[in-house]
């Protein structure tokens, strides 16, 4: 298995909290993703980074930032968090290639 | 819209019963992977078909490529509890390292 570990595993906060996920793999892959995995709607791409200090929007990137400050690190920040954004969130890597490895995810409810 | 879209959504079936699950695009693919999610986990890669008509065999799973690389499927034979779990089909269209997934088919095998 890929070595790649998120943080905090479960988490519940109050809506307009900002929120931090941490995405950590030992792997050195250069790619990075965060998703989010609801109901009815399957994973779908938040952001992603080709690299240190390269990132990019996905799909649903309203409310999210995200930052890459080293290889191993992909931090995923909800602004103010809304009811919405209650999820799961997984973190993937990729060394390019396609294949991706995911995380085991976070929980995350937003009361 | 939805890329790709799965079907059937959900799959209940009797240990020993075979299966197939499909996956359809409008939209042409570089490579096509399927996924096994098992609850509280992350998705895991189970094959990639690159080739247009291509058919690849991992012990009772049988995932075919379509041949002008729109669509594929997934056969299982003799289907087992283990077999249980959320499969995903992720599209990729070439020019980034991204991909595209399904919203999946939740599959029981009852004993």
């Known amino acids: 298995d890929a070595g790649i570990t998120q943080s905090p595993r479960h988490k519940v906060t109050e809506t307009g909290t900002p929120v931090t996920l941490r995405c950590h793999q030992t792997?050195?892959?250069?790619?990075m993703y965060w998703y989010r995995q609801d109901p009815g709607h399957g994973l779908r791409l938040i952001h992603y980074s080709y690299g240190v200090k390269d990132t990019d929007k996905g799909e649903v990137s309203d409310g999210y930032s995200v930052s890459r400050s080293k290889t191993e690190d992909f931090l995923l920040t909800l602004e103010s968090a809304t009811s919405s954004q209650t999820s799961v969130y997984f973190c993937a890597i990729s060394s390019g290639g396609k294949t991706q490895y995911f995380g085991p995810g976070t929980r995350l409810l937003v009361l | 819209t939805q890329l790709l879209e799965q079907s059937p959504q959900f799959l209940s079936i009797q240990e020993g019963e075979n299966l197939t699950v499909y996956c359809n695009s409008s939209?042409?693919?570089?490579?096509l992977q399927w996924y096994r999610q098992e609850p509280g986990e992350g998705p895991v890669l189970l094959v990639t078909v690159v080739t247009g008509g291509e058919v690849k065999k991992l012990k009772r799973l049988t995932f075919q490529f379509g041949d002008a690389r729109k669509d594929s499927s997934l056969h299982i034979t003799a289907a087992q509890p283990g077999d249980t779990g959320l499969y995903l089909c992720?599209?990729?269209?070439?020019?980034?390292?991204?991909?595209?997934f399904g919203k999946g088919t939740k599959l029981t095998v009852n004993p």
């Open positions: 792997e050195n892959h250069r790619y």
């Open positions: 992720a599209g990729d269209k070439g020019g980034s390292e991204k991909l595209v």
């Open positions: 939209s042409v693919f570089s490579s």
